[in-house]
């Protein structure tokens, strides 16, 4: 059915040219680091874009749109705190774990001081530090949208899995930021707002 066929993981792929033992090119290729290099050939052209000057193509754009970017005095947030991490981290569902296959059942063992230490942490990397390694790996989890093209790297939607204390971070600061985005949001976006999607925007046009 659609619904199997879509939950299927990027299992194997065509060669996109002659493989290790001099395979041909359309073979399909089932070792998993063969079939991961595929998809990161297959991706490269859509990550590298193709724009060859982005400093020109920034300035065409601003020059163009500038009088319909609204413009407001910087919001400012509160400093981060182990309360509010740990408040995020009792609201949240269950979900997967990242690499370092930390669950956040795990975090909701931990007490308010271990927060405090991960609030100010969090707080300097928010003020220039570097984030620690793990938390800059992430795993790439492929969902077909195709069931006639499994074995295409480009019909699948990747999803990237941060690892949790990732994720606690940036869902404690999006919710913050709400006011924000309601000050500049309109009617007609249908993405990267709360509450609305594609399907609002169809519905609203079909």
């Not at 879509?6 to 033992?21: E, Y």
Request: with cysteine.
């Amino acid at each position: 059915s659609l619904r199997t066929a879509c939950a299927l993981p990027l299992l194997f792929a065509a060669r996109l040219k002659p493989g290790p033992r001099g395979e041909p090119v359309g073979t399909y290729a089932v070792d998993p680091q063969e079939v991961d290099d595929i998809a990161i050939s297959s991706m490269a052209d859509v990550y590298r874009g193709n724009v060859t000057d982005s400093p020109a193509t920034i300035s065409t754009f601003v020059s163009k749109y500038d009088a319909h970017i609204p413009k407001h005095a910087p919001f400012a947030l509160d400093p981060l705190t182990g309360s509010m991490l740990s408040a995020r981290v009792k609201a949240a569902n269950v979900s997967s774990a990242g690499l370092d296959a930390v669950f956040i059942e795990d975090l909701k063992l931990l007490p308010l001081v271990a927060f405090d230490h991960l609030a100010a942490m969090l707080a300097a990397v928010e003020q220039g530090a570097a984030w620690p390694d793990q938390m800059l790996l992430a795993k790439a989890a492929y969902l077909s949208k195709d069931p006639d093209r499994l074995t295409d790297p480009l019909a699948y939607r990747v999803l990237a899995i941060m690892s949790i204390t990732y994720r606690v971070w940036a869902a404690t600061r999006l919710q913050q930021l709400s006011q924000w985005m309601d000050s500049w949001s309109t009617d007609g976006m249908f993405a990267g707002v709360p509450s609305r999607g594609a399907e609002d925007a169809w519905y609203l046009t079909s």
